[in-house]
């Protein structure tokens, strides 16, 4: 996933449709930056698709590392989802709504 589209949609409050552990998932990305370990990632709030144990209803939390991320904008609303963003996940942000 090509870190400069996930950037441009979080700068322009853009949701995303993508693809992660074999599940298409919806959500508006709200912080990219790097992992505990270094690793490029994002934390979006999902609204909608699939997830491994089911998504609740209204959304949840998401945390996705690029390297296993293939994403596309869509045309969805941008969601802003609970205001707690665990952000903790990260060990540096670059950029965040």
């Known amino acids: 996933?090509?870190?400069?589209?996930?950037?441009?949609?979080?700068?322009?409050?853009?949701?995303l449709t993508g693809k992660y552990d074999d599940y298409i998932r919806y959500f508006s990305p709200h912080a990219l930056g790097e992992?505990?370990?270094?690793?490029q990632a994002v934390l979006g709030f999902?609204?909608?698709?699939?997830?491994?144990?089911?998504l609740p209803v209204g959304g949840d939390w998401c945390f996705f590392q690029l390297a296993l991320l293939s994403a596309m904008p869509n045309h969805d609303?941008?969601?802003?989802?609970?205001?707690?963003k665990p952000l903790h996940l990260f060990r540096k942000i670059d950029v965040q709504v």
């Open 1 to 15: 996933m090509p870190y400069a589209i996930i950037r441009t949609a979080i700068e322009r409050k853009q949701s």
């Open 35 to 39: 992992d505990r370990q270094g690793a």
């Open 46 to 54: 999902q609204y909608g698709g699939g997830r491994p144990g089911g």
């Open 77 to 84: 609303k941008w969601v802003s989802g609970p205001l707690s």
